[in-house]
């Protein structure tokens, strides 16, 4: 089956910029996606169709593919950016998939 | 206002069946898909499957293919989610949410706990 995979784990100081990576075979065909969720809440979409990002999302927060990679950029990353952050996509049979999910830390 | 209201948190033991639902309010229901999302507890976003809710056709993810069966009533405005054969690793918290035009998931539902245990 169709796999994302992320690092476990992002650690970035306030001010300073986080990258989260996305790896699957399928990212040169299919769009990929990016959700923020903070603890006992519902997921939130930052990013779509690779580099989009939706109204009332942050500046801060934009998205990049190259090859089987897609990547979440935090720009001057702020104290309440402290989340899990994971990718999605689906293939071409419509099938969908989620990221393995990536902590991100600010120090 | 657009949203996804899910029904209230469930416990069931090892072999029951849970249904789900998920009233949509502030569009036109039909128009998008609704696709059902799981995360057991300290894990990972899962897809489970999605429901065309005009059309009502369904796909599942193959993992639950089999256990899990996606229904609509669109005059009611409701997606619904039924998981049979439970066991204590389905205990999870169940979300649904929409597929908007931008083949982005939009808007969530504020997830439904289902616990098993005996």
């Known amino acids: 089956s169709y796999e994302l995979t992320q690092p476990p784990s992002v650690s970035v100081s306030p001010g300073q910029t986080a990258r989260i990576t996305c790896s699957g075979d399928?990212?040169?065909?299919?769009?990929g996606y990016w959700y923020q969720q903070k603890p006992g809440q519902a997921p939130v979409l930052l990013i779509y169709?690779?580099?989009e990002r939706p109204s009332g999302i942050p500046e801060r927060f934009s998205g990049s593919s190259s090859g089987t990679t897609v990547t979440l950029t935090i720009s001057g990353v702020q104290a309440e950016d402290e989340a899990d952050y994971y990718c999605?996509?689906?293939?071409?049979?419509?099938?969908?998939?989620f990221g393995t999910g990536t902590k991100v830390t600010v120090l | 206002q657009v949203q996804l209201v899910q029904s209230g948190a469930e416990v069931k033991k090892p072999g029951a069946s849970v249904k789900v639902s998920c009233k949509a309010s502030?569009?036109?229901?039909?128009?998008?898909?609704i696709h059902w999302v799981r995360q057991a507890p300290g894990q990972r976003l899962e897809w489970m499957g999605w429901?065309?809710?005009?059309?009502?056709?369904?796909k599942y993810s193959q993992k639950f293919q089999g256990r899990v069966t996606i229904t609509r009533d669109t005059s009611a405005g409701t997606a619904y989610m039924e998981l049979s054969s439970l066991r204590s690793e389905d205990t999870a918290l169940y979300y649904c949410?929409?597929?908007?035009?931008?083949?982005?998931?939009?808007?969530w539902g504020q997830g439904t706990l289902v616990t098993v245990s005996s």
């Open positions: 399928a990212l040169p065909k299919q769009y």
């Open positions: 169709k690779d580099t």
């Open positions: 999605q996509s689906a293939d071409s049979s419509a099938t969908y998939v």
């Open positions: 502030g569009y036109t229901f039909s128009r998008f898909a």
């Open positions: 949410t929409r597929l908007y035009d931008i083949d982005a998931f939009d808007i």
């Open positions: 429901i065309n809710a005009g059309k009502g056709h369904t």
